[in-house]
């Protein structure tokens, strides 16, 4: 197939019981209050679909895909290839996102995120990755940390491959 093996990294049972405990600290972190979560497309929608169904608050599901501007992903330039269609403005606001990897993703739409005055902004990570780490992000609620590795699964791909893997594994030669 891809010339690869996958060794198993995280369990879909082990993913499943942090999900719940991400989804409990969530709901007590903002306490009652209504909260806009977005998934960060096309990687973060089976953590996403998940975790919004472990949050016990009233929800806004919301949507962005990134893009890079210019060549390469690693030098271009961050834009929205889709944003949000709600203000966010004075609300809480929790980003989805799958992994954190270099960082530059996360910094972009955090930053960017910040300019419209939401009340609060946090990030929900499922994945927290050091190898690679460029910029410093914080991630707020992060589900696993790995040091190293190209992983696959629960939404994360390799040439658009393996996002529909219900356990997270790690591609090696
Ligand atoms: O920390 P970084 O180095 O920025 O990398 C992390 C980002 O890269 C991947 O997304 P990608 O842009 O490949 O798109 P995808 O979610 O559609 O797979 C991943 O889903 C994160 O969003
Ligand atoms: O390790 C990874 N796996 C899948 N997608 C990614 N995007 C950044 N890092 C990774
Ligand atoms: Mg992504």
């Known amino acids: 197939m891809t010339g690869k093996n996958m060794k198993v990294v995280i369990t879909p049972e082990e993913i499943r019981e942090r999900v719940a405990v991400l989804g409990r600290e969530i709901t007590q972190r903002f306490n009652g209050e209504p909260l806009v979560v977005v998934c960060v497309l096309k990687g973060g929608f089976l953590f996403f679909a998940d975790l919004v169904r472990t949050i016990d608050l009233d929800l806004e599901l919301e949507f962005v895909r990134l893009a890079s501007y210019g060549r390469g992903t690693e030098s271009g330039e961050l834009v929205f290839s889709k944003d949000v269609e709600t203000t966010l403005k004075d609300k809480n606001v929790l980003i989805v996102e799958d992994i954190v990897d270099t960082g530059h993703s996360m910094d972009f739409l955090l930053r960017t995120f910040e300019e419209r005055k939401p009340k609060a902004l946090a990030l ?33 791909d390799f040439a658009e491959r393996f996002r529909e893997l219900g356990g997270i594994y790690e591609l090696v030669e």
Do not use: N, S, T
Not at 132 to 155: A, C, L, Q, S, T
């Open 124 to 156: 929900a990570a499922l994945v927290d990755k050091y190898e690679r780490r460029e910029v410093d992000v914080k991630v707020d609620f992060p589900g696993f940390h790995i040091d190293k590795g190209y992983i696959v699964g629960y939404g994360m």
